[in-house]
């Protein structure tokens, strides 16, 4: 994730920009989604 970020900062190429916003932005999405799952999965086992 760090590495699309600081090249999505850092890319000149608009193509290549976005490319790595996109990535950036799946992979924030799934490790919020991945949070929340472990969050309710905690919840269901009492942990």
Request: charged share 35%; proline share 0%.
């Amino acid at each position: 994730m760090d590495f699309h970020s600081q090249m999505m900062h850092l890319s000149t190429d608009r193509q290549y920009k976005e490319f790595h916003e996109r990535q950036y932005l799946r992979l924030k999405n799934w490790m919020v989604d991945m949070k929340d799952y472990i969050i309710e999965l905690e919840k269901e086992l009492d942990v």
